[in-house]
């Protein structure tokens, strides 16, 4: 489970942006570690994973193409 969470960070701050994988880690690693998500830590972070692949496949902070 450990793979899924990386997948998760790395698709949610974008595989081409240091920056945006670099902070969906703190923030994913942060609300995990406090607890928030409870027992159902995999099941989010897999639902994360779809979800960013489903809407924002090249990550939230992803660098805007001109033109």
């Known amino acids: 489970m450990k793979s899924v969470?990386?997948?998760a960070i790395v698709a949610v701050g974008g595989g081409a942006n240091l920056w945006g994988a670099l902070t969906?880690?703190?923030v994913l690693n942060?609300?995990?570690l406090r607890?928030?998500?409870g027992t159902?830590?995999?099941a989010v972070f897999g639902a994360?994973?779809?979800l960013m692949m489903l809407f924002a496949?090249?990550?939230i902070v992803a660098?805007?193409?001109k033109g």
């Open 63 to 65: 660098k805007r193409k």
């Open 30 to 32: 942060f609300l995990s």
């Open 48 to 50: 994360v994973l779809i």
């Open 35 to 37: 607890g928030y998500f």
């Open 57 to 59: 496949p090249n990550g």
């Open 5 to 7: 969470r990386y997948v």
């Open 24 to 26: 969906a880690g703190v």
């Open 40 to 42: 159902y830590d995999d």
